[in-house]
């Protein structure tokens, strides 16, 4: 239907519960390695999947009973399924969003949303009396284009070709938070 397709795969641990597992006990004390081909596997059909750790360090566990996957550095295999998953961080030594706090895992969610619901819209069809559109954002009606988009709250026209609009100030952040959005196409009333 159009609707862009991603997944998001948050995490206080590195993957257990495989599969394949001999027993309860290497279920949960080996790392599951089908992780990384299931996400490479989806992002080839175009579903990237975005990677959110939680208080994750760069380090390597302990050898022992724990229900976490043994001699595994969590850091480095979140790094390499953001990387499988296409769209990892610019960030060499970090690719993956780690939160160490609720307001870190906030920004990550949100610095996500950003990327997968962009704020220029492409309008199908094009309308043919672009100066009779109104867009509805997450419930909020924006009437009439803006003239600035970095001050002014609501959409605009990316060109005269009126084939995208540009989400400006609240209307993007609605948009990206809920992903609501309708544009409708008036009629001119004569008069």
């Known amino acids: 239907d159009g609707l862009p397709q991603f997944m998001v795969l948050v995490t206080d641990g590195a993957a257990n519960c495989s599969l394949e597992a001999a027993d309860e006990a290497e279920r949960f004390e080996v790392y599951d390695e089908a992780l990384t081909q299931t996400i490479m596997d989806a992002a080839t059909n175009g579903i990237p999947t975005f990677v959110v750790g939680i208080d994750i360090k760069d380090e390597v566990s302990e050898t022992k009973q724990d229900g976490n996957p043994d ?51 492409e309008l199908n069809p094009v309308p043919v009396y672009p100066d009779e559109v ?9 009437e009439d284009p803006v003239v600035d988009c970095d001050s002014e709250d609501g959409w605009m026209f990316v060109d005269e070709t009126y084939m995208q609009i540009m989400l400006c100030g609240q209307a993007c952040a609605g948009f990206q938070s809920s992903g609501n959005l309708a544009a409708d196409y008036k009629c001119p009333i004569d008069g």
Request: charged share 10%; proline share 5%.
């Open 134 to 142: 109104q867009v509805t954002v997450d419930g909020v009606l924006y």
């Open 71 to 121: 001699a595994t550095n969590t850091f480095q295999k979140l790094n390499e399924l953001a990387v499988a998953g296409g769209v990892p961080k610019n960030d060499p030594n970090e690719q993956f969003y780690n939160s160490q706090n609720q307001i870190e895992l906030q920004s990550a969610l949100t610095a996500i949303a950003q990327q997968v619901l962009p704020c220029v819209i």
